[in-house]
């Protein structure tokens, strides 16, 4: 009996594809061919085929790979602009939230996964992680798991977890910590039942305790070990802000990046995120040892946490990729808006170091040289760089024999006016940040024509939005 034909997709005669596979190829006039869920061919128009199952007529487009977050917290979609805490830094932002998170629910999660992977697939964002680490009334994982496969976005789920609460002398309140046991447990299983090695897979599972304020020692050193035991990756978050590095210089006695080496969180396997604050000892550890870094640029501001080193790290060799973070400290998950902020946040940094003394002249900032970062590295931080750090060689570039994820933004629209017609890989970045209006997942449309294709919004949202104001009010 023969194999089914796999059906094929054809973008055809595209404005404008950036590629950014290893020569950081950009082709005009030019075609992509899918076949299943992998790219066969691209190349100019006339030299692909002119048919195929589905054409997609991308005359008016330009197509990247599609994008990659490396960290959210997508039950957050809950409580964005909450009052109480919408002027707060992280610690005091966290005590307030606590309380409220406290009354999620199954339901809660997986309306909320849907909800920001909905945003995030109609921002161009193809894969994204999520890092679930509070796990009332019956939560498990496995809800965001089912949300994610019915919208159609791939998805690395992180187990999260907090097991040192405020008796202990860790920040979360005692009643939505757990014990380290069933934490361990509970990895192990979703591991077994989740995870999925094979090119192209849609679900893998990651293990991520919270943060050195929330976990253990001990929870942190067997996680690592049960993590490298399955070969799955390691997550969390590290050197955020200024009270994050004074709490591992009290509690531990050491920076936050001689904490994760010391319990062995160093490695190709292992991605940090926020890293605001790691200083120069810790950059070359990181560089040295291939460990990844989750670059939150807009939460970073909206929580006054700092600038991150991105530049520096980049250039040290420490895998960067870009995070939206949470729903509630980014408030929003449009991943080509935080690859803008990124861009722009970083070319402010530099405005802001101090002046430098050189052949007898002062140098400021701004004096120094090309910018900090260039609309380009900006989309590769949201493409190339956000695959390796989540570990994957099959997604974040269009070549020939990778998974089929793509993203195709119109460039005949008001925000591109006067932009596209002289760069549009420049425009994509540096106008306003707009929504994709096509998107390919694995080889399936996901977006077409700028609404979402596998889900219906509008009841999806009411429901959401009913869900928020019961989860506030049980708070009260």
Known sequence: MSAAREPTLLI???????????????????????RGHRIEAMGPAHELPAEADEVIDARQ??????LVNTHHHMYQSLTRAIPAVQDAEL????????????????????????????ELLLSGCTTSSDH???????????????????????????????????SQGGLPPDAVVEREDAILKDSQRLIEQWHDTSHGAMVQVALAPCSPFSVSRDLMRETAKLARHHGVRLHTHLAENDHDVAYSLEKFGCTPAQYAQDLGWLGQDVWHAHCVKLDEEGIHLFAAS?????????????????????????????????????????????LVNEARQAMLLARVGRALQPPVQREGRTF???????????????????????????????IGQIAPGLCADLALFRLDTLAMAGGAVHDPVAALMLCASPNADEVV??????????????????????????????????AR
């Open 91 to 118: 610690f005091s932002w966290l005590q307030g939230l606590y309380p409220i998170w406290a009354h999620l629910t199954p339901e809660m999660v997986e309306v909320s996964t849907q909800v920001a992977m909905a």
């Open 290 to 334: 291939r460990t990844g870094v989750a670059h939150c640029p807009c939460s970073n501001m909206r929580l006054a946490s700092g600038i991150a080193p991105v530049r520096r790290m980049v250039d040290a060799g420490v895998p960067v990729g870009l995070g939206v973070d949470g729903s509630a400290s980014s408030d929003a998950a449009h």
């Open 132 to 166: 679930l680490y509070i796990y009332p009334n019956g939560i498990r994982l496995d809800d965001s798991i089912r949300a994610a496969q019915a919208i159609g976005m791939r998805f690395t789920a992180s187990r999260g977890s907090m097991s040192v609460g405020r």
């Open 61 to 66: 487009h330009l197509v990247v790979p599609g």
């Open 12 to 34: 055809r005669n595209a404005r404008c594809i950036a590629s950014m596979d290893g020569a950081r190829r950009e082709l005009r006039d030019a075609s992509i061919l899918v």
């Open 441 to 474: 997942v694995n080889g399936r449309r996901v977006v077409r024509e700028g609404r979402l294709a596998t889900l219906d919004l509008p009841p999806l949202l009411e429901r959401h939005n009913r869900l928020a104001r019961e989860l506030a009010q049980a």
């Open 364 to 394: 400021f900032g701004c004096d120094l040289g090309p910018a900090e970062m260039t609309a380009r590295d900006a989309l590769e931080l949201a493409t190339r760089g956000g695959a390796q750090v989540l570990g994957r060689s099959d």
